[in-house]
């Protein structure tokens, strides 16, 4: 079955969870390049964070050639997953031609912070021409309150 896929606002996602993982990520660097596809196939994410466990989310309507619609969210986790409200053969269709979809593209070059509290680190992300850079940074304890408190309300 072929899907037409599209960017929708996140005001349009009415929640789910967990489907699948966007193929087989097994690194940060992998989910990077990922997500660099994700900017190229769909531009910037309908919502985006510093925390690392929660970093990103698309909100994507995959329109079968039947008609049929499904919404699926793509997310940031320090691995990337896709969500959906359900759990059936159409929608595991969906998800599966969404991968096939976004990896057929070249990742855009992007960069960005994001904090991971579970471990006091900064990482500055980079992708540049296809390759990944990391920088790893300790964060002061005010810091982590600062960002827990931001984020934890």
């Known amino acids: 079955m072929q899907f037409h896929f599209e960017s929708l606002d996140f005001s349009e996602y009415s929640g789910g969870s967990y489907l699948m993982d966007f193929g087989e ?67 595991m269709q969906a998800a599966k031609a969404l991968v096939e ?13 994001v904090y991971y509290l579970d471990f006091m680190m900064q990482l500055d992300i980079q992708v540049k021409a296809g390759k990944v850079t990391f920088g ?8 982590a309150g600062e960002l827990f408190s931001k984020w934890y309300k």
Do not use: C, W
């Open 25 to 91: 990520i097994s690194s940060q660097e992998e989910a990077a390049i990922i997500e660099g596809k994700l900017l190229t196939a769909f531009g910037n994410p309908a919502e985006t964070s510093e925390n690392y466990e929660n970093s990103f989310n698309y909100v994507i309507r995959a329109t079968a050639n039947d008609g049929r619609s499904i919404v699926l969210n793509v997310y940031g986790m320090g691995v990337v997953h896709i969500g959906a409200s359900q759990s059936d053969e159409i929608t």
């Open 101 to 113: 979809y976004v990896n057929a593209f070249q990742p855009t070059d992007y960069e960005r912070t």
């Open 136 to 143: 790893q940074f300790p964060i002061s304890e005010e810091k």
